[in-house]
């Protein structure tokens, strides 16, 4: 079955550190990668995608390509500022009937320090 | 209003209580969904509605029944829960097959049951 693993949190950086958060997913076919962001007392709000291979989403400094040959989709950002502080979503898309769904690993709690 | 709204945004129960919760989405999706989310553990998808047609349930309790009267509302009536549903309930809507398959999400309902 289709599945997504990111390292584990918490992920503590001060200001204007470089930040990677690593997912790796399983999946049969050729799903659609998507990172996801939850600040504080908020629903998910989608922060980039990738729809195939070699292809990066990039939103707000936050980068991630998407490599079918390692099945990894990490995500990066040069600089982190204290707004970035957040859980951290990765996700693959597969299709079931007329719906897409989302297959969501665990999340990465990031915190950013002044 | 815009979006994806929920409401109520915070709900205290008890374990013989009724209540339901709401979901309406202004963006003219398609399809709809619920999720449970839980402290530590990945986000669950509890049902999925697509063009108000239940094409997926994964294997939810009983105690949980959705409602999607159409396409741009959807409902989870709660009933006889028990301290484990305790957790954020987040509903989304995305627009099938065209949309790019991403989800959007509403802020979510904090459920406690005592």
């Known amino acids: 079955g289709n599945s997504v693993t990111q390292m584990e949190g918490p992920v503590t950086l001060s200001e204007e550190a470089f930040l990677t958060i690593n997912c790796t997913y399983t999946?049969?076919?050729?799903?659609?990668l998507f990172w996801y962001v939850q600040y504080p007392g908020e629903g998910l709000q989608l922060l980039l995608k990738?729809?195939?291979?070699?292809d990066k989403g990039s939103n707000k400094g936050f980068e991630a390509t998407y490599r079918k040959e390692t099945t990894s989709f990490h995500l990066e950002k040069g600089s982190v500022q204290v707004s970035d502080s957040a859980v951290y979503f990765c996700?693959?898309?597969?299709?079931?009937?007329?719906?897409?769904?989302?297959?969501f690993g665990s999340g990465t709690q990031l915190t950013v320090l002044p | 209003e815009t979006g994806v709204t929920q409401t109520p945004r915070h709900l205290v129960m008890g374990m013989t209580n009724k209540k339901s919760l709401k979901c309406e989405q202004h963006?003219?999706?398609?399809?709809m969904y619920w999720y449970k989310q839980s402290a530590k553990k990945p986000l669950e998808l509890m049902f999925v509605?697509?063009?108000?047609?239940?094409?997926e349930n994964n294997s939810v309790p009983s105690r949980f029944s959705p409602e999607c009267p159409n396409s741009s509302h959807l409902f989870l009536h709660l009933h006889t829960l028990q301290p484990e549903d305790s957790a954020l309930y987040l509903c989304?809507?995305?627009?099938?097959?065209?949309?790019?398959?991403?989800?959007?999400f509403g802020p979510g309902t904090r459920l406690t049951v005592t």
């Open positions: 989304a809507s995305s627009q099938d097959p065209s949309g790019g398959y991403e989800q959007y």
């Open positions: 999946a049969t076919g050729y799903p659609s």
């Open positions: 990738a729809t195939k291979a070699d």
């Open positions: 996700a693959l898309s597969r299709s079931s009937g007329s719906a897409r769904q989302l297959t």
């Open positions: 963006l003219g999706h398609n399809a």
């Open positions: 509605y697509s063009l108000e047609e239940r094409v």
